[in-house]
């Protein structure tokens, strides 16, 4: 079938509110490594792999050869019955997951730097640990929206209490709470319908909510959310919600003192933290497994998808054991735990581990962030560089004092980087945020690639 009549019963047969990039919707046909190929037979540079969830390349032999051989002898029975996919993940996941450290949160996320160095491809060492080890549990379904549901439902039984906190400009997925704790008013669709959820001001530096400038501002965002609980809730919260990097928000990182800052509130209110890392995990953001690593402190549960089975439909949510242990009821998910997406997991952990993935997102992060330093040195629409890792945006603005969005350009420079071959993301309120993000396999010469690709689509979106 070519590419128009694919688009032809997607118009046809599906929802018109499903969002497609360009004017012209791309149709993917195969994809291998970074690259993909579309209905018209052009090949395009992938500098967004699948919403951040393509995270060691697509198609990635390894993968593909361990979920066929599962695929191949049980796919399915729900999670009514254990298997060995879905236990051997949990254990994997327990042992990769966060873990005190003496010296924390000293890393600055403009440079992209995680524990340098420290990585070799195993666990921090166990001098570095203040405490005993805390042990994790996983409960597994099919996507971020999912994983996210059961945390908060988690953290709401194991409380006993139900007000909770997310962040402005978070995105949380699309089921009813996850939709009420967004913090973007388009993705919101209707009216708030769930009580009980207030929303933070953002850790977003360049457009800060108090007009402060870091580190003078003290840190008013994280400090506000005191007066928040106790002037908006009954004094005890169930839960926060925060990405360590907000993803669809536009890639927004905290300053580094942030979190810990923040965590503290939470805890003295009886809340749990919950880190949103559906797009922050699995080495995304450099050097650490886990995005929260970077600024020095534990969550009390995770939530992942996306990168962690390489495309495969996955969802996790991760609590410390005695957390875990505190849901008291029935519960189960259809497809949580499937065998198929569990040997995709695995395997596309494998894979960060052998060909040392959380080094190489932290080296090439580095090389890309001063690419992007110069682009930004050349085009004066772009106000904001951000990010770590490969995870990098760029906020592009009418005029650097005022910082007005310029959405039109924005939209501009993603046609002109689709028509030079590249794939990139979008994001942000504003619609002007550029999000970067290739698969975690990608080298410096394919940053270097990419960089010239934008460069000459940024001078078109931009020219007169
Ligand atoms: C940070 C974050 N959390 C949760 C979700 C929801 O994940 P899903 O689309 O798999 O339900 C997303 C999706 O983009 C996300 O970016």
Known sequence: MDGAKILEKHREYVFPAVIYYYQEPLVPVRAEGLH?????????????????????????????????????????LSTLYPNEPMGLLAEKIAGLAPQPKR??????????????????????EAEDRTGPPIRWKSFFTSSGTEANEMAVLTAKVVTGTTDMIALRHSYGGRAT?????????????IPAQLPGIRHAHAPYCYRCDFGLSYPDCGLRCAKDV???????????????VAEPIMGVGGFITPPREYFQELVPIVRRYGGLFIADEVQTG????????NGIEHWGVVPDMLTYAKGLANGAPIGATLARAEVADGFKGLTLAT????????????????????????????TVGAHLRGRLGEL???????????????????????????????AAVTARFLEATRRAGLLIGKGGLYGNSVRIAPPMTATKNDVDEAAKLMDCALSEATGP
């Not at 403009?110 to 921090?124: D, I, L, N, Q, S």
């Not at 996850?178 to 669709?189: E, F, K, L, S, T």
Request: net charge neutral.
């Open 226 to 240: 005191e007066t928040l609980i106790q002037t908006e809730t009954h004094g005890r919260i169930a839960c926060l």
């Open 36 to 76: 993909v190929e579309a209905a018209d037979g052009r090949r395009y540079l992938d500098f967004f792999g699948g919403i951040l969830t393509v995270s060691v390349g697509h198609c990635h032999p390894r993968v593909l050869e361990k979920t066929i051989e599962q695929m191949k002898k049980l796919q399915h």
């Open 335 to 362: 497809f949580g735990g499937n065998p198929v997406s569990m040997a995709a997991a695995l395997a596309t952990i494998e894979v960060i581990e052998e060909e040392r993935l959380l080094v190489n997102v932290e």
């Open 177 to 189: 709470l996850a939709v009420n704790m967004m913090g973007q008013a388009p993705w919101r669709v």
């Open 103 to 124: 010296e924390a949160g000293r890393m600055s996320p403009t440079e992209g730097a995680g524990a340098r160095g420290a990585w070799e491809g195993r666990r921090p």
């Open 282 to 289: 699995w080495g995304r953001t450099g050097g650490h497994w």
């Open 376 to 406: 930004a040195e050349k085009h004066r629409a772009i106000g904001d560089v951000r990010g770590m890792g490969l995870m990098q945006a760029i906020e592009l603005v009418r005029d650097r004092r005022t910082k007005e969005p310029d």
